[in-house]
């Protein structure tokens, strides 16, 4: 696997940023000590009806973050029942279950077979009100036994039950009844002798895991006939104990997967395609076949892509081995058909992102914060600027010279409240706001530059447009939505539509749009006092609470959606006579009002998946925008949707869409344009029919 160069900096900096979320080993361990008093406390409550507790999941293994709000994994079992694997483990006296596994059982699963309290013998033909029979006539005890045992009144999503007011004090859980067997299962044994070159677990820890034992969890195999017979077998002791073996790398990392998972994966395929234990067997399986001295600092990026080389595979092979039963495939009736070539393309498009998709992520601010530790490092990519910027001083002195123009001729009231508040601020902590503000746009604006230059070569300069991400990046931060957009503009433009889908549902869940479509009144009431009394800076009051025009220069032609080009040339020929050519030139822009444009780019990603409903979804969205909203660039708005309805066969309904912008602004409008190219697919549609 190449290493990119920047790999040992970027990973030492992604380590330093989980520490400031709660990462370090010092809490990590405090997390965990806490969690087992609670456990053992739990288990003396609930002692008096001879039940035992086990606290299991993430919050047991220190693995989550307040960003990540995972919930508590409780297992009760039964002191009275026990579960053995054969019949040498019989005790008399107790009510005892014998595990099978017949030439139908999944791998994973077993039936249990009730024995006989003073005897050691399985029974047979006996069928009562809690003893079902098997298809060999064995006296099975059947998986939904458990539902009631503990009177809760409440919906089972397989074993399990979700209480959003737990036992005991705790907030979010799910509960689960198991029985426990102290008896290792024959279909796990090759766990136990497999062949470790890199000595991870240690024979120590294996041993300590044998004896741990299992539970058995009622739930059975979608796919088998006898699914009301069957229980899962779980390894989770086991995998607490391999969990708490992790050293420091080893532990961020799983994190990292963790919220890779929950941001692109989860957010578009949902909760039950790929989940956190899906991750968690990749962790084991490499940590188990690769050598202890990779997990270090210096070498994170490089380990969490070989997870997702490795969880590549599997799903291209649609097969994901549960690390204790190989034989036993996670991914069944899971990962198959369409989405599992469109997961397998999700993960193929992280991986060529070279770890640039961390700075993306936001839970805990982490992608926010590694975005800022890495911004020094822009100046030192090996590629030579030189040939990549070539010609670029012009553009730098047109954003730079026009950047004032424009942010107040496009801003106006958003950027009186922002001067408000500098006015508020010591004058050296004003200058440095909107120098970072500055920045921020500019990488943005300059970022798309570069990409329109590669983009636009015959043969695509890749080197060019990783500098170009890097920009783009920066300036992702820029607003709520405007430096975001641009590159979720950059993805789609390059058919890297998930990723592309992933930063605009993100837009679209933390829209606040507060400071542009309110009055500048109306801010001052309710939003700058607040701000002031909570000690908010102003970059972050640009950062979360506005959402500013999209841009689009002539120079960045290349990088601009299709329909948008046209707005570059709006004003030609008599037009040029009415501009002022010293403060009018950004006409020659394409703006776009960003709500608006939000939804026109999901409409094109779900045209080019051919996503029908998603797409009348996206349209009647637009629609709703130009309604409801204050646009400032309405004529735009109206040229935009109806190069999505000229796109989805409806002429009629474009024409009209033109004809209003028109009426709209008869000069500088560019939908004369689109109306020549109408009428032009009119007329071929009519000499079609002839």
Same mark, same amino acid.
């Given at each position: 696997?190449?290493?990119?160069?920047?790999?040992?900096?970027?990973?030492?900096?992604?380590?330093?940023?989980?520490?400031?979320?709660?990462?370090?080993?010092?809490?990590?361990?405090?997390?965990?000590?806490?969690?087992?008093?609670?456990?053992?406390?739990?288990?003396?409550?609930?002692?008096?009806?001879?039940?035992?507790?086990?606290?299991?999941?993430?919050?047991?293994?220190?693995?989550?973050?307040?960003?990540?709000?995972?919930?508590?994994?409780?297992?009760?079992?039964?002191?009275?029942?026990?579960?053995?694997?054969?019949?040498?483990?019989?005790?008399?006296?107790?009510?005892?279950?014998?595990?099978?596994?017949?030439?139908?059982?999944?791998?994973?699963?077993?039936?249990?077979?009730?024995?006989?309290?003073?005897?050691?013998?399985?029974?047979y033909n006996l069928q009562t009100d809690r003893l079902m029979l098997n298809r060999t006539g064995r006296s099975c005890i059947p998986s939904n036994i458990t539902n009631n045992m503990l009177g809760i009144d409440a919906e089972y999503h397989g074993p399990a039950v979700t209480l959003k007011d737990g036992p005991y004090g705790i907030d979010l859980c799910d509960i689960v009844v198991a029985l426990q067997s102290h008896s290792w299962p024959y279909?796990?044994?090759?766990?136990?002798?497999?062949?470790?070159?890199?000595?991870?677990?240690?024979?120590?820890?294996?041993?300590?895991?044998?004896?741990?034992?299992?539970?058995?969890?009622?739930?059975?195999?979608?796919?088998?006939?006898?699914?009301?017979?069957?229980?899962?077998?779980?390894?989770?002791?086991?995998?607490?104990?391999?969990?708490?073996?992790?050293?420091?790398?080893?532990?961020?990392?799983?994190?990292?997967?963790?919220?890779?998972?929950?941001?692109?994966?989860?957010?578009?395929?949902?909760?039950?395609?790929?989940?956190?234990?899906?991750?968690?067997?990749?962790?084991?399986?490499?940590?188990?076949?690769?050598?202890?001295?990779?997990?270090?600092?210096?070498?994170?990026?490089?380990?969490?892509?070989?997870?997702?080389?490795?969880?590549?595979?599997?799903?291209?092979?649609?097969?994901?081995?549960?690390?204790?039963?190989?034989?036993?495939?996670?991914?069944?009736?899971?990962?198959?058909?369409?989405v599992q070539r469109k997961l397998a393309n999700m993960l193929h498009d992280l991986l060529k992102q070279k770890g640039r998709y961390l700075t993306m992520i936001p839970f805990d601010g982490i992608g926010q914060k590694l975005n800022i530790a890495c911004q020094s490092s822009i100046t030192h990519i090996k590629y030579e600027m030189k040939e990549i910027t070539k010609n670029m001083s012009s553009v730098i002195d047109m954003i730079f010279a026009?950047?004032?123009?424009?942010?107040?001729?496009?801003?106006?009231?958003?950027?009186?409240?922002?001067?408000?508040?500098?006015?508020?601020?010591?004058?050296?902590?004003?200058?440095?706001?909107?120098?970072?503000?500055?920045?921020? @746009?500019?990488?943005?604006?300059?970022? &798309?530059?570069? #990409? $329109?230059?590669? !983009? =636009?070569?015959? +043969?695509?300069?890749?080197?060019?447009?990783?500098?170009?991400?890097? @920009?783009?990046?920066?300036?992702?931060? &820029?607003?709520? #939505? $405007?430096?975001? !957009? =641009?590159?979720? +503009?950059?993805?789609?433009?390059?058919?890297?539509?998930?990723?592309?889908?992933?930063?605009?549902?993100?837009?679209?869940?933390?829209?606040?749009?507060?400071?542009?479509?309110?009055?500048?009144?109306?801010?001052?009431?309710?939003?700058?006092?607040?701000i002031l009394n909570e000690n908010i800076s102003t970059t972050d009051v640009v950062r979360y609470y506005s959402a500013f025009p999209v841009p689009y220069l002539p120079s960045e032609m290349y990088c601009t959606p299709r329909a948008l080009i046209s707005e570059m040339f709006r004003s030609t020929g008599s037009h040029h006579v009415s501009l002022n050519l010293d403060k009018d030139y950004w006409q020659s822009w394409a703006v776009v009002d960003?709500?608006?444009?939000?939804?026109?780019?999901?409409?094109?990603?779900?045209?080019?998946?051919?996503?029908?409903?998603?797409?009348?979804?996206?349209?009647?969205?637009?629609?709703?925008?130009?309604?409801?909203?204050?646009?400032?660039?309405?004529?735009?708005?109206?040229?935009?949707?109806?190069?999505?309805?000229?796109?989805?066969?409806?002429?009629?309904?474009?024409?009209?869409?033109?004809?209003?912008?028109?009426?709209?602004?008869?000069?500088?409008?560019?939908?004369?344009?689109?109306?020549?190219?109408?009428?032009?697919?009119?007329?071929?549609?009519?000499?079609?029919?002839?």
């Amino acid at each position: 696997m190449e290493v990119p160069d920047y790999y040992d900096v970027v990973s030492v900096k992604l380590m330093k940023v989980l520490d400031t979320v709660g990462l370090t080993e010092k809490i990590r361990w405090k997390r965990i000590e806490m969690w087992t008093q609670y456990e053992e406390l739990l288990t003396i409550i609930c002692s008096k009806d001879n039940v035992i507790s086990h606290i299991f999941g993430s919050q047991a293994e220190a693995t989550t973050t307040s960003g990540l709000r995972s919930d508590i994994d409780i297992v009760f079992h039964f002191i009275a029942d026990t579960v053995i694997a054969d019949m040498q483990s019989w005790k008399p006296g107790s009510r005892t279950f014998l595990m099978i596994m017949d030439d139908i059982t999944p791998p994973g699963y077993v039936k249990l077979q009730q024995v006989y309290n003073d005897i050691p013998f399985p029974i047979y033909n006996l069928q009562t009100d809690r003893l079902m029979l098997n298809r060999t006539g064995r006296s099975c005890i059947p998986s939904n036994i458990t539902n009631n045992m503990l009177g809760i009144d409440a919906e089972y999503h397989g074993p399990a039950v979700t209480l959003k007011d737990g036992p005991y004090g705790i907030d979010l859980c799910d509960i689960v009844v198991a029985l426990q067997s102290h008896s290792w299962p024959y279909t796990a044994s090759e766990w136990i002798t497999r062949h470790r070159e890199h000595n991870w677990p240690s024979p120590e820890t294996i041993v300590s895991i044998q004896q741990s034992g299992i539970f058995v969890v009622p739930v059975g195999h979608t796919q088998s006939p006898e699914r009301h017979l069957e229980w899962r077998i779980s390894f989770s002791y086991g995998e607490k104990i391999l969990v708490w073996q992790f050293n420091s790398t080893q532990y961020k990392c799983w994190l990292v997967l963790k919220m890779i998972n929950k941001y692109f994966i989860k957010k578009m395929f949902g909760e039950k395609v790929l989940t956190s234990y899906h991750w968690k067997t990749c962790m084991f399986y490499m940590i188990e076949t690769t050598p202890s001295v990779l997990w270090q600092p210096q070498n994170a990026l490089s380990c969490i892509d070989l997870c997702l080389m490795k969880m590549c595979t599997w799903v291209e092979d649609c097969n994901c081995p549960n690390y204790f039963i190989p034989a036993e495939n996670m991914f069944q009736d899971k990962v198959n058909g369409p989405v599992q070539r469109k997961l397998a393309n999700m993960l193929h498009d992280l991986l060529k992102q070279k770890g640039r998709y961390l700075t993306m992520i936001p839970f805990d601010g982490i992608g926010q914060k590694l975005n800022i530790a890495c911004q020094s490092s822009i100046t030192h990519i090996k590629y030579e600027m030189k040939e990549i910027t070539k010609n670029m001083s012009s553009v730098i002195d047109m954003i730079f010279a026009g950047m004032h123009t424009v942010w107040f001729n496009i801003l106006r009231d958003g950027f009186q409240i922002i001067s408000l508040l500098f006015k508020r601020k010591h004058p050296y902590a004003a200058r440095q706001d909107i120098y970072t503000m500055h920045q921020r @746009f500019y990488c943005s604006n300059l970022g &798309s530059h570069l #990409a $329109s230059n590669c !983009l =636009k070569q015959q +043969t695509i300069d890749k080197e060019g447009l990783d500098v170009a991400y890097e @920009f783009l990046l920066l300036g992702s931060a &820029s607003d709520v #939505a $405007s430096g975001k !957009l =641009k590159l979720a +503009t950059f993805f789609l433009l390059q058919n890297n539509i998930i990723l592309a889908e992933c930063i605009l549902q993100d837009i679209e869940e933390n829209y606040t749009f507060l400071v542009l479509n309110v009055a500048v009144e109306k801010i001052k009431e309710l939003t700058i006092l607040r701000i002031l009394n909570e000690n908010i800076s102003t970059t972050d009051v640009v950062r979360y609470y506005s959402a500013f025009p999209v841009p689009y220069l002539p120079s960045e032609m290349y990088c601009t959606p299709r329909a948008l080009i046209s707005e570059m040339f709006r004003s030609t020929g008599s037009h040029h006579v009415s501009l002022n050519l010293d403060k009018d030139y950004w006409q020659s822009w394409a703006v776009v009002d960003p709500k608006f444009y939000l939804y026109f780019l999901q409409h094109q990603c779900y045209h080019q998946q051919n996503k029908i409903t998603h797409k009348m979804v996206a349209l009647s969205n637009m629609i709703w925008v130009i309604r409801h909203e204050q646009l400032q660039y309405k004529d735009t708005a109206l040229n935009l949707l109806a190069y999505c309805l000229k796109e989805d066969g409806l002429l009629v309904q474009s024409y009209a869409v033109l004809s209003r912008s028109m009426k709209l602004k008869n000069h500088h409008n560019a939908a004369k344009w689109q109306i020549a190219r109408l009428v032009n697919a009119a007329f071929r549609w009519l000499g079609g029919r002839h």
